[in-house]
Each structure stands twice: as structure tokens, then as C-alpha cells.
């Protein structure tokens, strides 16, 4: 028999900084379960702020475990994902995290950042991306990343965020949503897709980098994922 409209419901799944969050909603907005699950934020060093991309993977699979074991549903319609943004990991050419999760938190590039402030290209690409020029930001992260850890990033053939690492390893598919992407400070708000003065900047092409997708970009969830 198929679902009345008062039986399907909306899983929505927030990767934050410490947990993940995952709340079941039905046609009618109210909840009907949830789960979470938590993981480390890492300081290796003074300032930087990390964290284990398999383990941010593996709470969002439990979170939503948790959701779905409580549902009291008779059909899920879809999944909603959101994250922190600014966040930066490297993976090789089978989408296999190279390097750990570099989160908004991390200050390690504040020289990049306020070398790249005091330029004249600073404030022209702020402009352009709507993203401040900040440690936070992957414009800067990743200039410090290709010349400080050369060996550590040796093995990248892509970067992304960690909401688009989790996708990809649900889905098969590494995209990156405008809203994520126009965090970056890569990414020009006008064109709607990746800046070449920020790439050359930062060091990286297009191609290494997630295709940018409209916010209700909808995906499939490979067997595996499933």
C-alpha cells in the first residue's frame, strides 16, 4: 500500500562542527525521531582545528541510523544535507580522503589571509565571491596547504568540503551546492560558478574542484550508500 501524506517524511541531516544531527519530518512538519552522533575536533598544533573525515562519515550513517530505527513512517520522500561551511580536505583519484578535514575553526593561514588583504586582489575578489578574505576561507587555506605540507597534499587529486565528501560517498557524485560553494571564496556569485582569478590564486583548477550544483540539486543514493 502507498504512503498517505500524513506517513512520508523528510530526513534532514546537518554535519556540524562536533556532530551530526539527523531529524525525521513529516508532510505535516512535525518530528517524528531523530539521532546524533559526535566527533573529535582535533588540535594538532596551536591554531589549526581538524577532524577525521571517516569519522564525520561514519556519525552521519549512525545519526541517520538512529532517525530512521525510531521513524514510525511508512515512506522517507528524501534527504536534506547542510554543514558547516569553509571546511577543506583533500582526496585522491578514488575519492578517498589524502588529508584531514581542515574546519572553519582552523587559523593557520591568518599571514595568507592578511598578506592577501593588504593586495589589491584582496578586496577585488571579496567583491566577487562575497567571502571575506579570512583564514576561514579555502582561498586561503589552500595557497598555505600547497606551500607549507607539499608531501601531505602530494596524493590530492580533488579538493572539497567534508558535505561533499559525504555525498559522494552516499551518492557517487562530487558536487558542491552554490550555497557551500559561494563560501569558499572561490566561487563568483554572478557567474554562478568557479572564479579563474581566485583558482590561479589559489593554485588549484576547476577541475579539481566539485561541480557547483543549485541548492535543490537532487541526487541519487548509490547501492552503497543505501
Known sequence: MSATEGTRAVLGVDIGTTSTKAVLVGADAAVRAS?????????????????????????????????????????????????????????????????????????????????????????????RTGTPVHPMSPLVKLPWLLQHDPDAVAGVRCWAGVKEYVLSRLTGDLVVDHGIASATGLFSLADRTWDGEALAYAGVRADQLPLPVPTRHVLRLSRAGA
Open 35 to 127: 539521532g546524533q552522533a559526535g566527533y573529535p575536533l582535533d588540535a594538532p598544533r596551536p591554531g589549526w582545528a581538524e577532524q577525521d573525515p571517516r569519522a564525520v562519515l561514519d556519525a552521519v550513517v549512525q545519526a541517520i541510523r538512529e532517525a530512521v530505527a525510531e521513524r514510525g513512517v511508512d515512506e522517507i520522500a528524501g534527504l536534506a544535507f547542510s554543514s558547516a561551511m569553509h571546511s577543506v580536505l583533500g582526496l585522491d583519484g578514488a575519492g578517498e580522503p589524502v588529508t584531514p578535514v581542515i574546519t572553519w575553526a582552523d587559523g593557520r593561514a591568518a599571514e595568507q589571509a592578511d598578506r592577501l588583504r593588504a593586495d589589491p586582489l584582496g578586496p577585488v575578489l571579496h567583491r
